[in-house]
């Protein structure tokens, strides 16, 4: 529960604490977010449909093949986060979408724990919903999202991290990151000597 997040987690003051959603789409498409709640980092998770879509019946708890299954979910996340340094891989908070529903693997696998924010609180991710609100200018509600590629879905993150924010002092969500990278960097080799 969102009740055991670290405090660090609520005020901001250390990156690395993540909240995550998924933007659905027409004919059981969706495109995961991420977004890093000091920096405002985002990362969006390409959710294509899974082999046999549209071909099997939907069966009720049959195999999940919209794309966002919890398994595929799980995988999904877990290979966007991989190449994160460790200390961007504090906490992930999560709706309570049955989509992470594998979230003990998850965390065991990619090292992020998991939370869940109160049924009914969207405001426990109010910077998730707000990214998910700027998403719709790219990704508009009644499309289906399974036609952009892994590449379009990249660009349109970079056309986010690369915006300035008035909240992040007019620096880009990318800035803001890199420079926290910077200084982590510089304090590490610091004392290294």
């Known amino acids: 529960m969102i009740s055991s997040r670290p405090a660090e987690a609520e005020d901001r003051a250390v990156p690395g604490h993540w909240e995550g959603d998924l933007i659905i789409g027409l004919n059981r498409s969706a495109i995961g977010t991420l977004v890093e709640r000091s920096s405002r980092f985002t990362m969006l998770v390409h959710l294509p449909r899974e082999d046999g879509y549209g071909q099997i019946p939907r069966t009720k708890n049959g195999p999940a093949l919209g794309g966002y299954g919890a398994v595929t979910m799980a995988n999904a996340l877990k290979k966007s986060v991989t190449a994160l340094p460790a200390h961007l891989k504090q906490s992930l908070t999560w709706d309570r979408g049955k989509e992470l529903s594998d979230h003990a693997r998850f965390t065991i696998e990619s090292g992020v724990k998991v939370f869940f924010a109160d049924p009914r609180s969207p405001w426990q991710r109010g910077t998730n919903e707000n990214t998910n609100g700027l998403l719709r200018q790219y990704f ?10 892994a590449q379009e879905i990249h660009a349109v993150a970079n056309a986010l991290n690369t915006r300035p924010r008035k ?17 982590s960097q510089q304090s590490s080799v610091a004392t290294t000597g």
């Not at 909240?167 to 200084?183: D, F, Q, S, V």
């Open 167 to 183: 909240t992040l002092g007019w620096m880009t969500p990318a800035e803001a990151i890199n420079e926290y990278l910077k200084c």
């Open 140 to 149: 508009p509600k009644g499309t289906d999202l399974s036609r952009w590629s």
